[in-house]
């Protein structure tokens, strides 16, 4: 069964205290892969018709309140969290010596959006009021830096993302 709609991590709480407050630490050895555009796309966008069957591999995610890590996946979007128009998000992974040649993954709301590499900046299309933003490494492991804000329709936002290789690929 699928349902379609845009991915969100809005209303997603921790299964063991119900927190909101929890983190994606990644998926190490999934196998990632984007759900559109690719490396050198100006412009990619957090996909329509978000199907729930995609991730057979849940991220992970560990709760800031009681420690608990768990499967994590994203619901779709309520009309009312859906925009009328997109947001535009510009995205500059910054430039770091080590790990230069691996492209890392955007994850925004749960979905792995694109690859970014070091230096790069991509146009993202959201069309979620709630987002979430981090970047997970080129072998799946989330970063620390994280972040969950609101965005209206129409308007353009700038973000830089940053990484520690953990990994020297
Ligand atoms: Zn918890």
Redesign the pocket.
Known sequence: MTEEGYPTYLGVT?P??Q?TDWEVTGQRGSGLRAVSGGIGATVTAVKNAYSTKEQEKPLKAK?H??K?RFPVQPVIATAEETLSAPAELELTREKHFAGSASANWILINGQIVTPIRNGETLLVQVWTRHIYLQLLDVVGQASAQYERFTVEPGEHYERALKIKPRWIL
């Open positions: 921790c063991k205290c927190s709760c309140q009681c608990k």
